[in-house]
């Protein structure tokens, strides 16, 4: 059975410091959680559109997370800084570096994979969860980079339904893009009528929707025809433009 959410209601922007996320510290890893995960509930930050985990992680070094399943959802791991080593039930073995962005389709039968930092130095990583908006889907593994040259400037699209430009094909109505700007720098992204963007701070400062946004700090925002983002830091960013009225799978 899928569940529907409707469209934001006013307000029409929808604020996350990052001091008010939900935080957890295992020693060799704190979780920074943007929407409810694990052991953090906040029943007004369930999820935006099929946006449904939003993880910032700093991977000790030479430490990592253990082989775990997942299943019926698509899974999103941009990398910030360092390296993280991933191995699959399907036999997938690969190097996420910094700039590369790594989209598993889990499938509906499902897979377990283990994310490790063999590396001295932290590893600095955002992980997402995106819902699929179809059942029955299949196994797909997919990893795309982009250098800092042609991240730098603007916002390059690493994902889309249709696999757009290039870009890593997802199972749902999404397309995610990342980018590296320098103080003065501006972007612009045009978003469709019953779109929302979520716009996430990875590193340094931006002015968007009125709102000034720093290092961990998120929105998401409906109703706008069009985002112009102004940078005043060196900075980089994640921006989803998501179908906010989409059918999911789960909740």
């Known amino acids: 059975m899928t569940c529907e ?11 996350r410091r990052s001091r008010d996320r939900g935080y957890e510290d295992f020693g060799w890893t704190d979780n920074w959680m943007t929407f409810s995960f694990g052991g953090y509930y906040d029943p007004d930050w369930v999820r935006f559109g099929p946006l449904r985990v939003m993880v910032e992680n700093h991977i000790q070094p030479r430490s990592g997370f253990p082989a775990h399943p997942h299943r019926d959802v698509e899974v999103l791991t941009y990398v910030a800084s360092g390296t993280l080593s991933h191995q699959d ?6 190097a996420i570096a910094a700039g ?3 989209l598993i389709s889990a499938g509906s039968r499902g897979m377990v994979h283990a994310e490790q930092n063999h590396h001295n130095e932290v590893e600095h990583n955002y992980q997402m969860w995106l819902i ?4 029955n889907t299949e196994f797909a593994y ?5 250098t800092p040259a042609e991240r730098q400037g603007r916002l390059c699209l690493y994902v889309s339904p249709d696999g757009d430009a290039g870009s890593m094909p997802i199972n749902t109505d999404a397309r995610i893009y990342a980018g590296l700007f320098v103080s003065s720098d501006r972007a612009h992204h045009a978003l469709a009528a019953g779109r929302g963007a979520w716009v996430q701070v990875v590193r340094g400062q931006v002015q968007v929707a009125g709102l000034s946004l720093a290092t961990g700090d998120g929105v998401g925002i409906a109703d706008f025809a069009d985002l112009d983002l102004a940078f005043t830091a060196d900075s980089e960013v ?3 433009d998501v179908r906010l009225n989409v059918p999911v799978l789960w909740q």
């Open 5 to 15: 959410q409707p469209t934001l209601s006013t307000p029409t922007l929808r604020l």
């Open 132 to 135: 699929p908006d179809r059942p």
């Open 142 to 146: 997919h990893q795309k980079g982009f």
């Open 89 to 94: 039930s399907f036999g997938h073995r690969a």
């Open 100 to 102: 590369d962005m790594q």
């Open 238 to 240: 994640l921006l989803f």
